[in-house]
């Protein structure tokens, strides 16, 4: 367990990046790109405003190697990064991926989730 200098969490190790020196002193879920215009305090501060939740799903511990994607307004910025000031939420990795591959078109969005109620 380590504990993050950022949110204060007691996390278990394979939460932190590994690099050459050791651990890492934040954990994955709140270190932010700088290509996103935020700091660590802005992303914390929308992340626990959010509830510390995806503001999608509301999933609270995603898994994966990124569980948490900085959700920003394409049209504004490049897909490569964010002027800081579209950024929309903070969502886990199958939301954020489920809009982006959805074109962010909420017809089809409704449209699968239609599909997906159906089939189940």
């Known amino acids: 367990m380590r504990k993050c200098h950022w949110c204060r969490d007691w996390l278990a190790l ?16 709140c270190r932010v790109p700088s290509k996103y215009g935020m700091s660590r305090h802005d992303w914390l501060a929308l992340f626990l405003n959010q509830g510390k939740s995806c503001a999608a799903c509301g999933e609270t511990e995603p898994s994966g190697q990124r569980p948490w ?6 049209r504004c910025c490049s897909r490569k990064g964010s002027c800081g000031q579209c950024v929309r ?5 199958p939301c954020n991926l489920t809009l982006g591959h959805a074109k962010e078109d909420p017809y089809r ?8 109620k159906r089939v189940a």
């Open 69 to 74: 994607h900085i959700d920003h307004d394409h």
């Open 14 to 29: 394979d939460k932190f990046s590994r690099f050459k020196e050791g651990l890492g002193s934040t954990c994955k879920d």
């Open 109 to 116: 969005l409704i449209s699968l989730a239609h599909y997906a």
């Open 89 to 93: 939420a903070i969502l886990c990795a």
